[in-house]
């Protein structure tokens, strides 16, 4: 399976991406389980009740050169900030890869859509991440609620994020902000995510939907 952004790059992960892919291949094929291969490694999915499917996104990544970083620093707290030198609106982000580079800046109250599409926008293409990032701006609610609103590389504002509801999980964990298993909250809707001790893969659950089916028009021969 490969995904492709918006703007025509393509991307090594994508959380609901994969969460709905599984579902229609466990759909057409019978199956309660399946597997398949990205460029960001082997995914499995299962049947988790009703339009439910639960996805193991793999391990983090969590070194500066897997996510990666220009230059290499903690990236639990990563030297970075956004705004006035006294008074910036965002700062000391934690820096996650779940087969694409995050940056999750935490934040004392839920942004809205103006601010993180001026912020997002601005470290998208910041010198420090080569290959551009995606920009998350997490409210910690309690031990296992996340409020989070995400600026996609290459999509911009979206309503929702997989990966990047992964990558605010695993943040807030290596920061003592919440439990191991949370609620990640999005305008559009939630999941839950848990980062597993017992193997360090980060597990993704939630629901899908059928939008609407088309079908392709065969390849017409040269």
């Known amino acids: 399976m490969r995904f492709w952004n918006s703007d025509g790059e393509e991307t090594g992960a994508c959380g609901n991406g994969t969460r709905c892919v599984a579902w229609l291949l466990m759909q057409s094929a019978g199956k ?70 995050h940056v999750v800046f935490f934040v004392d109250a839920p942004v809205t859509g103006d601010f993180a599409t001026k912020t997002g926008s601005l470290v998208e293409h910041h010198p420090l991440f080569p290959e551009g990032v995606n920009v ?48 990640v909250e999005f305008e559009s809707g939630s999941l839950v995510i848990e980062w597993r001790e017992s193997d360090g893969h980060v597990i993704m659950t939630g629901p899908v939907s059928m939008d609407f089916a088309g079908k392709l028009p065969e390849a017409v021969a040269a």
Do not use: Y
């Open 32 to 101: 309660t389980e399946v597997a398949f291969d990205t460029v960001a490694g082997r995914l499995s999915g299962v049947a988790a009740g009703e339009k439910q499917v639960t996805v193991d996104m793999g391990p983090p990544r969590l070194e500066w050169n897997q996510i990666p970083l220009a230059e290499e620093m903690d990236t639990a707290r990563v030297e970075l900030q956004v705004g006035p030198i006294d008074a910036p609106w965002v700062h000391t982000p934690v820096c996650v890869s779940m087969g694409n580079p």
């Open 136 to 183: 998350g701006f997490a409210h910690i609610e309690s031990r296992d609620h996340i409020r989070l609103k995400v600026w996609e590389r290459g999509a911009g504002l979206t309503l929702a994020c997989g990966t990047g509801a992964c990558a605010a999980q695993v943040a807030a964990v290596r920061r003592g902000l919440t439990d191991r298993k949370a609620k």
